[in-house]
Every structure is written in structure tokens, then in C-alpha cells.
């Protein structure tokens, strides 16, 4: 039904953006981005709803992140701006089939297999 695949990482400065796309989503899924730095745990980033009318994000992206949906392209985008070093990891997408227009920021059931975000100083 999906099969998140994530593209758009790489190397930047601090400060700098980048973003980041998931593609082979569906409008029947939440949709989340995770980030797992080197040697931590995995955490959740930010989520949409179905609709793309609802979002959550972590107090860490405030202000910084925008996740967005364009359900015509099945296609999710994360825009990742003033990014700093602890941003660095590798950056998940995952979906969740929900039956109402909510965000999760757990149990996801659909994953990718990550792109990697690294973040000079």
C-alpha cells in the first residue's frame, strides 16, 4: 500500500536548509519524519495528518521545521531551516493508517530506509 522512500539528505552548514522529500506515501496515512542521531535513540520530529491539516512538532524544530503534503504526488516533504550540528542524523519517514484526519507520533507501521542529514559547524 506504501512504501515511504526518503531522498533529499546531505551535507550543510550550520544555518544552512535543506529538504527533505518522502515519496510512495498515500492519503489513507499519517505521515511522520524520525531522526536517529549516531549511537542515540530514534525520535520523533514532526507528523501530518491525512489531510495535511494537522501537524505535530518536537520542541527542538520549533520554529526551524515545516512538514507538508502534497497527497496528488503522494509525496511528504520536511523543510529543515537554521540547522544546527545536534541536527545531524539520519532522517526517517514513516506512515501510520489512521481512519480520521489525526497526527501519531508513535507506533508507526510503514518505514523507510532513512536519508542522512549531517550538519557542519
Known amino acids: 500500500q506504501v512504501q515511504p522512500v526518503e531522498s533529499g539528505g546531505g551535507v550543510v552548514q550550520a544555518g544552512g536548509s535543506l529538504r527533505l522529500s518522502c515519496g510512495r506515501t498515500?492519503?489513507?496515512?499519517?505521515m511522520g519524519w524520525f531522526r536517529q542521531p549516531p549511537g542515540k535513540e530514534r525520535e520523533s520530529v514532526a507528523t501530518?495528518?491525512?489531510?495535511?491539516?494537522?501537524?505535530y512538532y518536537a520542541e527542538f524544530v520549533k520554529g526551524r521545521f515545516t512538514i507538508s503534503r502534497d497527497n496528488a504526488k503522494n509525496t511528504v516533504y520536511l523543510q529543515m531551516n537554521n540547522l544546527k550540528p545536534e541536527d545531524t542524523a539520519v532522517y526517517y519517514c514513516?506512515?501510520?493508517?489512521?481512519?480520521?484526519?489525526?497526527?501519531?507520533?508513535?507506533?508507526?507501521?510503514?518505514w523507510g530506509k532513512g536519508t542522512l542529514v549531517t550538519v557542519s559547524s
Open positions: 501530518i495528518s491525512r489531510s495535511g491539516g494537522s501537524t
Open positions: 498515500s492519503s489513507s496515512y499519517a
Open positions: 514513516a506512515a501510520k493508517r489512521t481512519f480520521g484526519d489525526v497526527v501519531v507520533t508513535a507506533n508507526m507501521d510503514y
